[in-house]
């Protein structure tokens, strides 16, 4: 293990999930993740889109609750009711994206089998839908390990690319989500 992994591991949590999940490979190192936005469908940049929109809109939410609880609480209740259709949206998307899969992800990148092999060093526009809160998102990344398994999958190691801020913070609050909800079960199960 290198002195990198041991680094990423203590910077970054990591969860198991099941997530749909889908990938391209990109023309080149320098080619941007948005080169197959053409393929995605437009159900899938809108879910996107309303999350990333959702992230941005926080502070302003936070703003008007310090100065308006009425208009703050409906607000939230109009976004609670935009999830909800954002999920009920998400089930068309999933079969367009693929099938649930299980992968090991974290804020820094993740890993999930593949019947086929990824060179070492490739770039990769990566599309997944994250449950239950349908979130969309389009990532780049580039395969950092591919080894082969003993049931004849390879298991792949994606690095994340370029992430944006509202990216990260996304991928972070899912994150700590599953966290909770691992956490909740386990002490349900005592």
């Known amino acids: 293990m290198s002195t990198q992994d041991v680094d990423d591991r203590r910077e970054y949590y990591r969860i198991g999930d099941t997530i749909a999940l889908d990938f391209t ?3 080149g190192a320098n080619a941007p993740a948005s080169e197959v936005l053409h393929d995605a469908s437009p159900l899938f ?5 309303l999350h990333l929109l959702d992230f941005e809109a926080q502070h302003l939410l936070r703003q008007i609750s310090e100065r308006d609880r009425t208009l703050a609480n409906y607000l939230k209740v109009m976004n609670k009711r935009i999830d909800l259709l954002g999920q009920a949206l998400a089930q068309n998307l999933l079969r367009d994206v693929g099938a649930p899969r299980q992968v ?6 993740i890993s999930f089998n593949n019947l086929q092999e990824l060179a070492i060093g490739s770039h990769l526009a990566i599309k ?3 449950m ?3 979130l969309g ?5 580039q395969v950092v390990n591919c080894r082969l398994r003993d ?3 390879y298991e792949v190691g994606i690095e994340f ?3 944006t801020d509202a990216q990260r913070q996304l991928m972070a609050r899912h994150i700590l989500q599953r966290q909770a909800l691992e956490r909740r079960q386990s002490r349900e199960q005592l």
């Open 132 to 134: 239950p809160q349908a």
């Open 161 to 163: 690319e370029a992430l």
């Open 104 to 109: 090991t992800m974290s804020e820094s990148g």
């Open 137 to 141: 998102l389009l990532l780049r990344g």
């Open 45 to 49: 940049n809108l879910l996107s889109d």
């Open 128 to 130: 997944m839908v994250l």
């Open 151 to 153: 049931d004849g999958q």
């Open 25 to 27: 490979l990109l023309s």
